[in-house]
């Protein structure tokens, strides 16, 4: 049987959190935006691996929209990105991470896919799927929730 640990309790395994306050609630750590990529062309996939070759990134780099503002602005376009987060995390053997879109990030018509994994570190990218609307995302916005299941 498995259960939802509380967020609070991943102090030991958990870095790069902004405001404890506002990304930590009683089942979820919300996720937020670090680095942001334009995948530019697919890869190469082979049954054994030794033909494996992942598909070109571009970095888009987040625009001010003010020069004295702190943070910038990735204006998007319909196409796909990887997200790279702030936030990275190792869980025991006996833990995984159930990570989704952000309701935000879904109620403005933009989604990733749901993944289930132990580690979320700097390699650690998730699919972003922009439709012909675009978004405009801050730097460090909220766009994922991460759930925590031990079993």
Not at 9 to 21: D, H, N, R, V
Not at 72 to 90: C, D, M, P, Q, T
Not at 111 to 133: A, C, E, Q
């Amino acid at each position: 049987m498995s259960r939802i640990i509380d967020p609070h309790s991943l102090a030991e395994t958990l870095s790069g959190i902004i405001s404890e306050k506002h990304q930590i609630s009683k089942l979820y750590v919300d996720l937020t935006i670090g680095k942001l990529y334009r995948v530019k062309t697919g890869g190469h996939l082979d049954f054994g691996g030794s033909e494996f070759e992942a598909g070109s990134l571009e970095p888009c780099l987040p625009v001010k929209k003010e020069p004295e503002d702190s943070y910038g602005w990735w204006e998007l376009h319909e196409g796909y990105f990887l997200i790279e987060y702030n936030e990275h995390f190792r869980l025991p053997e006996n833990r995984i991470a159930i990570v989704q879109p952000h309701s935000h990030l879904l109620a403005s018509g933009c989604s990733h896919i749901t993944l289930t994994t132990p580690v979320i570190d700097n390699d650690f990218r998730v699919p972003l799927w922009i439709p012909k609307i675009g978004i405009h995302i801050k730097e460090n916005a909220r766009v994922s929730s991460a759930m925590i299941l031990e079993f």
